[in-house]
């Protein structure tokens, strides 16, 4: 930990865990998933060799885990908060901190895990949104676990919006371990934490859970499955914004309004 100090001195607070919190992981529009494999993976935890450098190269491929999505839509500049009738966040300034193990991982994974996971974190916290992910190797303050999450065809990873600390997970699917889905793992992870975040999929307004359109949008957004998928300057720029509002500020668009909830990581 003594090398994290250059980049990020702000260490984040320990809150009490709360039970059963860990029920609303849906991001990836998918059923709430058990991470059976994963729970295995006590023991050493991993820290990446690179402080700063991303270590895997972001392809312009399409996204693993939405192959069955239509990407046919048109073209879009917004971005969509919301989930469960509140824009979930965690508050402004806030360390999300994550902790990943070596083990349970297919092919002794856990090293190139533990690296690309930081390298979007990199990615992200480059950004100056307003919160930062760091690391971890103490499990008492990580607010998630990067843990595998076996079999899910069709799907690349699955993460969670912003909650309170207990039993979160970021899993990472086999479908990320072809060599497809290892090309892209870094843009898949940048991805999920922008779920993490409060970001909800570019195409929400398609998806059951209702979302609320924040600003413009943009078709190759990082949190859609467009080809070409990076972290967009539409992105930076209205997730700043959401992160610039006061807690409690409603977020309305032509059919809803949700409050900006904060959440302590
Ligand atoms: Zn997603």
């Not at 996971?117 to 949104?129: C, D, F, H, P, Y």
Request: proline fraction near 7%.
């Amino acid at each position: 930990m003594e090398s994290n100090k250059p980049l990020f001195g702000i260490a984040a607070t320990p809150t009490d865990k709360p039970a059963g919190a860990a029920t609303d992981a849906a991001a990836e529009g998918a059923d709430n998933l058990k991470c059976a494999t994963g729970q295995d993976v006590a023991g050493v935890a991993v820290r990446p060799i690179e402080e700063t450098a991303p270590v895997c190269q972001c392809l312009t491929q399409p996204i693993e885990h939405t192959a069955t999505k239509d990407m046919g839509h048109e073209e879009r500049l917004h971005i969509f908060v919301g989930f469960n009738n509140e824009c979930p966040r965690y508050y402004p300034g806030s360390v999300i901190k994550y902790i990943s193990y070596f083990g349970g991982w297919p092919g002794g994974q856990g090293q190139l895990i533990s690296d690309t996971m930081w390298a979007a974190a990199s990615a992200w916290n480059a950004q100056n949104i307003g919160v930062r992910f760091q690391w971890t190797t103490n499990p008492a303050e990580a607010t998630f676990e990067v843990v595998y999450g076996g079999d899910k065809p069709g799907f690349a990873a699955m993460a969670f919006f912003p909650k309170p600390r207990g039993g979160n997970q970021v899993l990472v699917y086999s479908a990320s371990f072809t060599p497809a889905g290892l090309a892209r793992m870094q843009n898949s992870f940048q991805h999920e934490l922008g779920h993490i975040m409060g970001l909800r999929h570019e195409f929400a307004d398609t998806e059951t859970a209702p979302a609320v359109l924040l600003g413009a949008r943009n078709s190759l957004s990082i949190m859609g499955y467009a080809v070409a998928r990076t972290i967009q300057s539409t992105d930076v720029q209205w997730t700043r914004v959401f992160y610039s509002l006061p807690n409690g500020t409603p977020i309305i668009d032509a059919t809803h309004s949700f409050p900006i909830h904060d959440y302590t990581p």
